[in-house]
């Protein structure tokens, strides 16, 4: 039995390690277990009425996902311990471990080790438990760095997200689509280039940290979901111009949106649509409908 716990133990917690590594180190962002959380959480909270709900889903998801890999790590390394109760420990004066029950032992002494507290009160026996103690202190060190970790890269890609939908924003409530169709060239080049770099950012941002599409932006002129549907209109625009340079900066902007809508197609909405059918049910999909 002890060959049992010891592989279902050290199975849980490498799933918790890899799912760590998936979120935050991967090039494609998100694990298949942190994934599996915030859709959870995004499909509840689209169906709770209250328009708060859906903007606490990427909070949320954050905070259930790292309590499931600290559950898992806790979970996995008590399995471990739990064949080994209580003869393989020795225990403080004041404990009686004849009178304890040795899963709730081994969870306590898990749950100890983990957060590095260090108590002292029950240690091991063994040459090779004693060796896993402190292995064990590690991984509990790597969830709470990697914690800090997720939460540091998380806002600033969320704060660029934001900054492209305020670019998109401005730029159609002061009617630039006009600028770029019949400007001066070298300036509807900027334009159209400027909200290109902004989303191609975005996307590498969406690749990168898949969790961001879980956070939604209540403030339209601050939302992507809720300003990528007026970029298709500066395409259109500068497709028009008489400028050569124009038109190549036109189709540059809709080659990434197109790259854009693709992958949130692909990832999130699945319409199977066109570039404006896309943007549609990305608005639709965080509370923001088009006119």
């Known amino acids: 039995m002890t060959w049992i716990f010891s592989v279902l133990g050290a199975a849980l917690i490498a799933v918790a390690l890899r799912d760590i590594y998936a979120t935050l180190w991967h090039p494609h962002g998100l694990g298949t277990l942190s994934r599996w959380v915030f ?16 903007g ?22 008590a399995l ?21 029950s040795d899963p709730v032992a081994s969870l306590y002494l898990s749950l100890v080790t983990v957060a590095t507290l260090g108590y002292g009160d029950i240690t091991p026996a063994y040459p090779a438990l004693r060796l896993l103690i402190p292995v064990q202190a590690l991984i509990g060190f790597v969830l709470f760095t990697a914690a800090i970790s997720w939460i540091l890269q998380i ?15 401005l ?13 001066e060239a070298s300036i509807a080049c900027a334009l ?69 809508a693709g992958y949130l197609d692909a990832r999130y909405l699945h319409t199977g649509g066109s570039i404006e059918q896309i943007c549609t049910a990305y608005a639709a999909d965080h509370r923001h409908w088009t006119a």
């Open 155 to 169: 806002y600033p890609a969320l704060i660029r997200r934001r900054a492209a939908a305020r670019t998109v924003h």
């Open 56 to 77: 606490s889903a990427g909070p949320l998801g954050m905070i259930a996902t790292v309590l499931l890999w600290a559950t898992l790590i806790v979970t996995g390394w």
């Open 171 to 183: 730029l159609v409530s002061t009617d630039s689509a006009e600028v770029a169709r019949h400007g």
């Open 192 to 260: 159209l280039d400027g909200i290109t770099d902004a989303l191609t950012t975005a996307e590498f941002d969406l690749r990168q940290y898949g969790e961001t599409y879980f956070f939604r932006d209540a403030e339209p002129d601050r939302s992507l979901a809720a300003t990528l549907a007026h970029v298709p209109e500066l395409v259109e625009a500068g497709e028009a111009s008489a400028a050569m340079e124009v038109r190549r900066a036109a189709v540059r902007l809709e080659q990434q949106l197109s790259s854009l």
């Open 39 to 54: 859709r959870v959480i995004w499909w509840i909270a689209a169906r709770i009425r209250h328009g708060r709900a859906l």
């Open 80 to 100: 471990i311990y739990l064949p080994h109760m209580p003869d393989g420990f020795f225990f403080a004066s004041a404990l009686q471990p004849q009178s304890s």
